[in-house]
C-alpha cells in the first residue's frame, strides 16, 4: 500500500458525460501529478500539481483539468468524454519538495469505460 | 515526440534465463527512475540513478546510468516468476519541467 488512494476505482459512463476523479497524495507529501495509460501502454504525464499551484503541464487535453485544494487532495475532471479517453488514470505524490528527482508513489489507479 | 524510448516492447524468458531492458534519450537527463508495474496493478518505485555511470544492485536486479547520461539499462539476472510485470524507466531533463516515463517492458516468466 503507497499511503496513495484514489477513488472510485472503476467508473464506467457514456460518451458526451463528464466524470471527476478523486486523490488524496501521502500524508506529508505535497506534490500530485496524474497519469494516463491506455490499454497496455505507457504512462502519459497529465499535470503536476504541488501545494495547491499549477506546476507542470503534459499532454493533457483541454477537454480535462484538476485542482489541488487546500487539503491537498486533487480531483481530475474530464468531460465531454470520448470512447478514446477509456483508460487507467493513476495519480502520484511525492515527498515535499515536488521536483522530478523524487521518488513517486502511484495510487491503484480509477479505471475508466467510456461506452 | 517521445523523450524516452525502451525496448524491447516485449520480452518472454523461461525460469531462469536472464533479463535486460534499455532505456534511450535523446537529451541527458538529471536522474532516471526505474518503476515496476504488475499486471492489474499500480507502479511501483525501484530505484534512482543520479550519477554518470552509476550502477546500483538490489538481489538479482542490477541498475545502470549510462557515462553521457542518455542512457540506462535493467538487467535481472535468473529471473523468477515474481519477476512478471512491466517495467518502465522515467527521467527528465535538468530543467525539471519535464518528466518522462518510457514506454515499458512487458516482462513474462515461463515456469
Known amino acids: 500500500d503507497s499511503g496513495v488512494t484514489q477513488t472510485p476505482k472503476h467508473l464506467i459512463t457514456a460518451t458526451g458525460q463528464r466524470v471527476t476523479l478523486r486523490c488524496s497524495p501521502r500524508?506529508?507529501?505535497?506534490?500530485v501529478y496524474w497519469y494516463q495509460q491506455s490499454l497496455d501502454q505507457g504512462l502519459q504525464f497529465l499535470i503536476q500539481y504541488y501545494n495547491g499551484e499549477e506546476r507542470a503541464k503534459g499532454n493533457i487535453l483541454e477537454r480535462f483539468s484538476a485542482q489541488q485544494f487546500p487539503d491537498l487532495h486533487s480531483e481530475l475532471n474530464l468531460s465531454s468524454l470520448e470512447l478514446g479517453d477509456s483508460a487507467l488514470y493513476f495519480c502520484?505524490?511525492?515527498?515535499?519538495?515536488?521536483?522530478?528527482?523524487?521518488?513517486?508513489?502511484f495510487g491503484p489507479g480509477t479505471r475508466l469505460l467510456v461506452l | 515526440g517521445q523523450q524516452v524510448m525502451q525496448i524491447p516492447q516485449y520480452q518472454h524468458v523461461q525460469e531462469g534465463e536472464d533479463f535486460t531492458t534499455y532505456c534511450n534519450s535523446s537529451t541527458t537527463l538529471s536522474n532516471i527512475q526505474w518503476y515496476k508495474q504488475r499486471p492489474g496493478g499500480h507502479p511501483v518505485f525501484l530505484i534512482q540513478?543520479?550519477?554518470?555511470?552509476e550502477v546500483k544492485k538490489q538481489k538479482r536486479l542490477t541498475f545502470q546510468f549510462g557515462e553521457a547520461k542518455k542512457n540506462s539499462s535493467l538487467h535481472i539476472t535468473a529471473t523468477q516468476t515474481t519477476d512478471v510485470g512491466t517495467y518502465f524507466c522515467a527521467g527528465g531533463p535538468y530543467n525539471f519541467n519535464k518528466f518522462y516515463f518510457g514506454s515499458g517492458t512487458k516482462l513474462n516468466v515461463k515456469p
Open positions: 502520484a505524490s511525492s515527498t515535499p519538495e515536488g521536483r522530478w528527482q523524487e521518488t513517486q508513489y
Open positions: 540513478l543520479v550519477k554518470s555511470g
Open positions: 500524508s506529508g507529501d505535497l506534490s
